[in-house]
């Protein structure tokens, strides 16, 4: 790195610190001390006009293949996925998305955007709390009404003013831009981005199934250039999405860009058991038992070979909070769940 580029990274620094402001290129530039000497190469890299790398699972690849063979991984999984979290982790990860949406403890009104929310796990547990939360303020003050979703109150005549949006009425209208933050607004939302069209049909049909479609917009779309505009939305929950990606710090930029101040950011994802014993006996696990309930229950050894390798490329969780705390966010922390076999991560835009 020259000493003019230098110069320039902590400036940006400072500006960053000053004015909350995240660019996710500059960001690169200035974050992630350990990250400096793969720099230079792979500015030597551009000049020679080769690609940098990245790791898919323990595969090194060029980074321009890395979101095709996520998605690969994702088709090839999708019908099979939810059954398959529950084979893998005999039913875990479901204490620890309850323990996710305990963490974030959403209010009605609140408007969540899940990303790499898949077929939609989050969503669902977020509408239900909501539906919760509404219940015990109905019961706290009959007066006040608070919806999920408009079009399931019982004054239908109002339906056709308060139609819960589109994405595109969600993301774009002027309306929904001029609203942002009066406090006249109680109707919480849920966006699901995903970068996967088959998750979220999947998702779409589970939905249905639970009555839930009309209470969440689906979007495809790629965490590291998100479709919605800035400082629009009050939550962002990512859960095992984020060590899929290839640039970790431009989803990381994302999110604080389209978080409102004072939006939290929160984030479930495997992580490192630091328990030696109980570290061997994971990996045992991982390796040799989770790539073959793939093959018998998907017919997929590579995908899940590829999940237990994923695992293990992701920064562990101090590097990860470093990172959160290096996009902008503040009061950053985390919470190990089973050991560090996974961790909630949690920033504040502020
Ligand atoms: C392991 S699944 C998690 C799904 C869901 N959040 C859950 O907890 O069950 C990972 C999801 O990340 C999505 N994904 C991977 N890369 C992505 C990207 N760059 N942008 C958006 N979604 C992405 C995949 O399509 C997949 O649906």
């Keep these: 790195m020259t000493y003019k580029t ?25 974050s992630r001390r350990n990250l400096s000497e793969h720099k230079s190469s792979d500015e030597t890299d551009k000049e ?44 875990v990860h479901r204490l620890w998305k309850d323990r996710f949406m305990q963490v974030l403890d959403p209010l009605p009104g609140t408007r969540l955007l899940d990303v790499a929310g898949g077929t939609g796990d989050i969503a669902f547990r977020f509408i239900n709390w909501i539906k919760e939360k509404e219940l015990q303020q109905k019961k706290a003050s009959p007066g006040a009404e ?90 962002y929950t990512i859960a095992f999405g984020i060590r899929n990606v290839t640039h970790i710090e431009k989803v990381l930029c994302e999110a604080y860009r389209v978080l409102t101040p004072g939006g939290r950011f929160l984030c479930l994802e495997f992580s490192q058991v630091s328990n030696p014993l109980l570290s061997s006996v994971y990996d045992l696990y991982s390796f040799q038992v989770i790539p073959v309930l793939g093959e018998l229950i998907a017919s997929d050894w590579k995908s899940y070979q590829y999940l237990v390798e994923s695992i293990r490329k992701f920064p562990n969780q101090e590097e990860f909070a470093e990172m959160i705390r290096e996009a902008g966010f503040r009061m950053v922390s985390y919470e190990n769940l089973t050991s560090g076999v996974a961790a909630i991560h949690s920033g504040f835009k502020i």
């Design 6 to 30: 230098r110069n320039m990274a902590a400036l940006w620094c400072v500006s960053v610190r000053l004015g909350r402001v995240c660019r996710c290129s500059n960001r690169i530039i200035a």
């Design 48 to 91: 020679e006009g080769t690609e940098k790398s990245t790791h898919f699972g323990f595969e090194s690849i060029n980074e321009s293949e890395k979101t095709g063979k996520v998605h690969e991984v994702f088709s090839n999984v999708a019908s099979k996925y939810d059954v398959m979290n529950d084979a893998m982790s005999l039913g």
């Design 146 to 235: 608070f919806r999920l979703n408009p079009l399931e109150t019982d004054d239908s005549e109002s339906a056709p003013d308060l139609e819960f949006p589109s994405a595109e009425d969600y993301l774009y209208s002027e309306q929904r831009e001029d609203t942002t933050g009066t406090d006249d607004r109680k109707d919480s939302k849920v966006i699901i981005c995903d970068i996967n069209q088959s998750m979220l049909e999947v998702g779409k049909e589970r939905a249905k199934k639970l009555g839930l479609e009309d209470d969440v917009v689906w979007v495809t779309g790629n965490a590291e250039e998100l479709p919605f505009p800035d400082n629009s939305v009050d939550a």
